[in-house]
C-alpha cells in the first residue's frame, strides 16, 4: 500500500498545485494507495462576510467534497493541546508537535508540501512559509519518538521515512523543477475538486482580490485554465496540456527522480 499525503495551510491549496498528481495517483493505483490531504489551519480567516466559525464548517464540508472525488482523506490539524489553529501560521512547540504526531500516526511514504520561499523579493502567505518550515524542521524528528508527546498510544519506532516533495507555489516564481507531470487525462477531476470550494472561488478570492465579483463556473474554468498555461510558461515549458511541477527535498528520505517516478508508476 503506497501511503501519500498532502501537508498545506487551507483547504483549496491542495487541489492547485498538486490536485491533478492525486487524482492520478488514484486512477493509476487504485485501492492500493491511501490519500491523505492534511491542512495545517481551519482556514477560517478566509471569507469576509461569515464568522469564523462559519467559514471553518464551511470550508470543511468543501474539503471533505473534494477529497471524496479521489477516495482522500481530509484532515484538519490538531495542535498538542488539541486545537485547530484559525490562520496565520507561527512555529511553535504546540504546532510542531501537532505536525510530528500527524505525520507519524499516518505514516506516509510520501510528503507533498509548499516550497521555502528564499528569494527575497517574492512574496510570501504566512500560512504557507511557516507550513513548508514546519514540515522541514519535524522532518528529522519524526525517527524520535520522544521528541513531542504521543497524541494518540505510546511512542513507537518509525515504520516508514517519508520522501518530502515541494510543490509549486505562484509566490516564488520557481523556474527549476525536478520533474513534472501532464495532467490531462485527469484534468477534469482537478476541475471538478476545484470547484468544490465554492466558498473561495466564487467569494473570497473575487472579493479579495478585488477585481472581479459573481464569476460564474465558465469563467472560473478559464481561468483555471489560463493559471495553468502561466505556470507552463514560468517554467519554460510551451507545452499546451497542464502541468504540475514539483521539486525533491532531502528533508526527508533521499532519492531521485527516477525512484519517485517508478515508484508513483507514471511517466513525467
Ligand atoms: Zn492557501
Redesign the pocket.
Known amino acids: 500500500m503506497l501511503k501519500v499525503m498532502s501537508i498545506?495551510?487551507?483547504q483549496?491549496?491542495f487541489e492547485f498545485n498538486a490536485g491533478g498528481l492525486f487524482a492520478k495517483l488514484c486512477k493509476i493505483h487504485g485501492d492500493q494507495v491511501e490519500l491523505k490531504i492534511l491542512t495545517t489551519t481551519r482556514?477560517a480567516s478566509?471569507h469576509h462576510q461569515m464568522s469564523l466559525e462559519e467559514t471553518f464548517r464551511r470550508r470543511e464540508q468543501e474539503a471533505k467534497n473534494s477529497a471524496a472525488i479521489i477516495g482522500a482523506e481530509y484532515e484538519c490539524l490538531a495542535c498538542l493541546d488539541g486545537n485547530h489553529l484559525p490562520g496565520q501560521v507561527f512555529i511553535d512547540r504546540n504546532f510542531l508537535g501537532g505536525l510530528w504526531n500527524a505525520i507519524r500516526d499516518f505514516e506516509p511514504d510520501y510528503i507533498f508540501c509548499p516550497p521555502i520561499i528564499s528569494n527575497p523579493l517574492a512574496g510570501i502567505?504566512i500560512?504557507?512559509y511557516n507550513t513548508a518550515w514546519a514540515v522541514r524542521m519535524v522532518a528529522y524528528q519524526l525517527t524520535v519518538p520522544h521528541a513531542y508527546p504521543t497524541m494518540n498510544g505510546s511512542p513507537r519506532m518509525r515504520t516508514t521515512y517519508p520522501v518530502i516533495i515541494n510543490v509549486d507555489d505562484t509566490y516564488a516564481c520557481e523556474q527549476m523543477y525536478d520533474f513534472s507531470v501532464d495532467i490531462s487525462g485527469v484534468y477534469g477531476s482537478k476541475v471538478k475538486m476545484a470547484l468544490c470550494h465554492e466558498s473561495q472561488i466564487f467569494e473570497w478570492l473575487p472579493w479579495n482580490s478585488g477585481s472581479e465579483t459573481n464569476i460564474t463556473s465558465e469563467q472560473f474554468k478559464d481561468n483555471f485554465k489560463k493559471r495553468h498555461t502561466l505556470v507552463n510558461e514560468r517554467y519554460g515549458n510551451d507545452n499546451n496540456s497542464p502541468r504540475e511541477y514539483f521539486r525533491l527535498t532531502s528533508w526527508g528520505k533521499i532519492t531521485d527522480k527516477e525512484k519517485v517516478l517508478s515508484e508513483l508508476k507514471y511517466n513525467a
Open positions: 498545506m495551510a487551507h483549496d491549496d482556514g478566509g502567505h500560512d504557507h
